[in-house]
């Protein structure tokens, strides 16, 4: 039952989310993926060390079509639905997180979109 309720909450966001265009604000993101991801990911020009085969957000946003879709649900996609927590979401298990947990709003999964959408390549 909570599983099933949790999909069903991570549904209605996305759907929100990605009604229209990312509606994430690009410095707030930058700001946000600086603090949250670059532990694992090399995110633009903000750090130049990541973990092993870790993507790139300019890797993922220049070669994947569905990129948008994938940051604004990263959350439920491996390895993160582990240690990443969003307010108001319940979280996707019940296993407590092997790292501090990364606790971020939906507002700034939308704001890091928003940013790794500017990393695209023209
Ligand atoms: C503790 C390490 C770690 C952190 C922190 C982390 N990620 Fe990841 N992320 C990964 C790994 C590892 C993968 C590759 C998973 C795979 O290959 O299946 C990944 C993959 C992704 C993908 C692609 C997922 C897919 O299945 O298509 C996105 C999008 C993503 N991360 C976004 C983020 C964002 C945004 C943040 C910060 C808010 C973040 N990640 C923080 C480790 C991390």
Redesign the pocket.
């Known amino acids: 039952m909570r599983r099933w309720l949790s999909t069903a909450f991570v549904l209605a966001a996305w759907t929100a989310a990605t009604n229209g265009a990312v509606a994430g604000d690009v410095t707030a993101g930058r700001e ?2 600086r603090q ?6 090399i995110v633009g020009d903000l750090n130049t060390m990541s ?5 790139s ?1 300019q890797y ?1 946003v220049n070669n ?1 079509d569905d ?1 948008e879709a ?2 604004l ?3 439920t ?4 639905p582990a ?2 927590r969003i307010e108001g979401i319940p979280p996707l298990n019940d296993i407590p997180s092997p ?1 501090a947990p ?1 606790e ?1 709003t939906l507002q ?2 939308e704001d ?2 928003a940013f ?1 959408a500017t990393l695209r390549e023209q």
């Open positions: 946000a993926a949250h991801c670059t532990r694992c990911h973990i092993g085969s870790t993507p957000f993922m994947l990129h994938r940051f649900t990263f959350y996609l491996r390895p993160h240690f990443v790292i990364i971020m700034q999964v890091v979109a790794a």
